[in-house]
């Protein structure tokens, strides 16, 4: 039986329904950059191009969100205090997820790694340093 208390399961179904909508609108941005990109050229050149840097990009932001994500779900379950840098750097990778769909001129690959690094040391210091509320 489902519990409607139950906030992790919440917490999944936001989380799948967020990735849809970011899938859907990646595949429309990244159609939309490839007939940009290379209209003179082959247009599934451009559209592959495209799609290829979006994937790459969105699933470093998506690897990064799921370790907030997930450090936050932890200390939720131990009772700790959730530093409000989790959710600051939540709205910012969210932020450069949104960049990608409108535009990928402002993304470049280190930008995302470096908020992945960073998603890294957050969990790790809020997990080793966390207090109990």
């Excluded at 329904?17 to 451009?46: C, H, P, S, W």
């Excluded at 690094?117 to 207090?131: D, K, T, V, W």
């Amino acid at each position: 039986m489902d519990d409607i208390w139950d906030e992790e399961a919440h917490d999944d179904e936001v989380m799948r329904l967020t990735t849809k909508k970011y899938e859907r609108q990646i595949k429309t941005e990244n159609f939309k950059i490839g007939m940009e990109v290379n209209a003179e050229e082959d247009m599934q050149k451009g559209f592959n191009h495209g799609f290829e840097t979006a994937a790459a990009l969105t699933k470093i932001l998506g690897e990064a969100k799921g370790i907030l994500t997930a450090t936050m779900v932890f200390l939720n379950l131990q009772k700790k205090l959730v530093p409000d840098e989790i959710s600051a750097s939540i709205a910012n990778i969210d932020a450069k997820m949104e960049d990608i769909r409108t535009s990928l001129n402002s993304l470049t690959l280190s930008a995302c790694k470096e908020l992945l690094e960073n998603a890294i040391l957050i969990r790790n210091r809020s997990i080793n340093s966390s207090h109990v509320f």
